[in-house]
């Protein structure tokens, strides 16, 4: 009985991971058909801050259906969000970290060449790797290691832009620049992990977790609101530039944030690294066919770096989707001794 088990255990993983890479791939084309098409730009801060809203509706009409009626679900609701402030305030954690990190994103790109950020932002990757190792005491194989620095080197040359001359002079402080790369890679790798180490030492429901997180991400995104965008919103409306498409994006970013918690939860971090990889390969080749973007040989040695890690990184029989307790369990049997 447990091989069939184990089969469909699989087959789950493997149809989260391609339902979310699908879904990565087409809110990428999406969003850059609206930045593109669009007379009016609408404002990305307040469609991030939409989209929280819609993942916490989503999660709490997920949590309904698996609760099974209204009064179950105000009962976890209220013993789980609202009668739980130390749990609101341990999921606050990775929203906070995300908004720092993209602030240090943009801090590091205005004081970095284009080329120079591309490659040093993808150190995320192994990144991730390293706090999945630390953080919840796993191990990689050599061959593991290899195909995620392999995935990061083919990621930067799928992404690779060849600099522009420019006659304008932009004064940049590599240093400064090279500090905020530093914490933004940090701090993807730490609250992609911490979020997963929260998901999985529990038993609390996945819709619950995202629920909490969700909350504290939607104040996050309305201060970052008004610190950023909040004198024109005044003055043109919180939903100027909005269309049909630009809602189709927002719902896209939705579900693709709710398929990567579930991803998180039965896979792991680097595996939605290596998922996210895919996606924007799939969404370069789609934006060949639908917007002429040429292919160029850097994103072919860059395709094929990415599928052949992907490769590699599956060839170990490894577990990496739950926290290791072969060290609990030989400590145990050396106490039984």
Request: glycine fraction near 6%; charged fraction near 15%.
């Amino acid at each position: 009985m447990a091989a069939p088990r184990e089969n469909v255990n699989l087959l789950f993983k493997l149809y989260c991971l391609a339902v979310m890479t699908l879904v990565a791939a087409a809110y990428t084309v999406a969003l850059r058909y609206t930045r593109t098409s669009d007379k009016e730009l609408y404002f990305s801060t307040t469609a991030v801050c939409i989209t929280e809203v819609i993942k916490l509706l989503l999660s709490v009409g997920i949590l309904a259906k698996e609760t099974g009626n209204l009064g179950r679900l105000r009962a976890s609701l209220r013993e789980n969000v609202l009668g739980s402030p130390k749990e609101l305030m341990k999921l606050s954690v990775p929203s906070l970290v995300y908004a720092v990190q993209n602030n240090m994103a943009f801090l590091a790109l205005s004081n970095l060449d284009a080329a120079v950020y591309q490659v040093t932002y993808q150190l995320k990757i192994p990144c991730t790797a390293l706090c999945t190792v630390l953080m919840l005491n796993r191990t990689l194989s050599k061959l593991q290691w290899i195909s995620v620095f392999m995935l990061c080197g083919g990621v930067t040359l799928v992404q690779w832009k060849p600099a522009q001359a420019t006659k304008v002079v932009v004064e940049q402080n590599p240093l400064l620049g090279f500090g905020a790369i530093a914490i933004a890679v940090l701090c993807s790798g730490f609250a992609g992990v911490y979020f997963e180490k929260v998901l999985k030492s529990s038993d609390t429901s996945l819709w619950v977790r995202n629920i909490q997180m969700y909350l504290s991400g939607i104040v996050v995104t309305l201060v970052g609101v008004y610190l950023s965008d909040g004198a024109e919103i005044k003055e043109k409306g919180f939903f100027f530039g909005y269309t049909y498409y630009v809602w189709f994006v927002i719902l896209l970013a939705s579900v693709g944030g709710l398929y990567t918690s579930v991803v998180v939860k039965y896979t792991d971090n680097i595996m939605k690294g290596f998922s996210a990889a895919a996606a924007i390969v799939l969404s370069t080749v789609a934006s060949v066919m639908l917007f002429g973007l040429q292919i160029t040989l850097t994103f072919a040695l860059g395709t094929l770096l990415v599928c052949v890690s992907i490769y590699l990184y599956g060839l170990p029989r490894q577990d990496t989707t739950s926290i290791q307790q072969g060290e609990m369990d030989s400590k145990e049997r050396v106490i039984g001794v």
